[in-house]
């Protein structure tokens, strides 16, 4: 007999008490420690592979996925405990944080201002440039998978689903999932995804966080926006530590 996931269910000493979020493929439930000495944190977050996605193929993804986050560790990434099989279901269990950037721009827009958006930016861009170092191509970069806390102390890259290891890229692979308005032109034309194609994505994430709170873009950010997404990559920055280091020069506007 099936046991279903819900609200309740233990797995490795924690409780799902909420579900915090869901997608296509995957279920992410908030879970507390039933241990008074937790295995990991007295809160974490669990994400569940869906019931209907648990074919080969999928489920060798989700592992893959929680595999390649576990070896990550940066102040910038989320932190991913385990991967574990259990009752015929997939879980993995990773950092808890409040929630997306996208939701807390759209649900509590009074807490940003034009200086601490430039500190988000740049603590997002350290965690994408650490993946890049550690030769990981992010595929999915966006608002929606930056993690903050509500005190926006803590910023954190996450979703590795469709993630790729530099040295195992295949041609032809470019337009294999992704977020719809921050996929790189080359991705879109089919071609292979690389570290300039995740540089395209973090520029049009910051042209969103700054169109979805209403502030103008100032003079040096809009250069590393307009850089970061050049059609022709060639002409985009080199890498994310030369994004950087612009985004840097470009805090003079702000402050």
């Known amino acids: 007999m099936d046991i279903k996931v819900r609200q309740g269910y233990i797995i490795e000493g924690y409780i799902l008490e909420a ?12 879970a507390r420690s039933i241990d ?12 569940v592979l869906h019931q209907r996605r648990l074919n080969r193929w999928q489920i060798r993804r989700f592992i893959k996925e929680m595999k390649m986050s576990i070896l990550l560790q940066h102040p910038n990434v989320v932190r991913v405990y385990a ?14 944080m409040d929630a997306d950037l996208l939701k807390v721009i759209r649900t509590k827009p009074d807490i940003f201002n034009r200086q601490n ?10 965690g994408l440039e650490y993946i890049h170092k550690n030769g990981i191509i992010h595929n999915d970069v966006g608002p929606a998978n930056i993690l903050v806390s509500y005190d926006l102390n803590k910023i954190k890259i996450t979703d590795f689903g469709l993630a790729e290891k530099k040295g195992f890229l295949k041609k032809g692979n470019g337009a294999g999932g992704g977020t719809e308005g921050y996929i790189a032109p080359e991705r879109l034309n089919g071609m292979p995804a690389d570290i300039k194609s995740d540089v395209y994505s973090f520029g049009k994430t910051i042209q969103k966080i700054y ?19 050049k059609p022709r990559k060639e002409e985009r920055f080199f890498d994310m530590s030369e994004l950087l280091y612009f985004l840097e020069r470009g805090r003079k506007d702000v402050c």
Not at 36 to 47: C, D, G
Not at 83 to 96: A, S
């Open 36 to 47: 008074p000495l937790p295995k990991y944190s007295t809160v974490i977050a669990v994400k």
């Open 19 to 30: 579900m915090v979020g869901s997608g296509g493929f995957s279920t992410v439930y908030r």
């Open 211 to 229: 169109s979805e709170l209403g502030f103008e873009i100032p003079e040096g950010v809009r250069y590393v926006v307009e850089t970061a997404i």
């Open 117 to 126: 958006i430039i500190e988000i930016i740049k603590k997002a861009g350290y």
């Open 83 to 96: 991967v574990r099989k259990q009752d015929r279901n997939y879980f993995g269990l990773m950092e808890f």
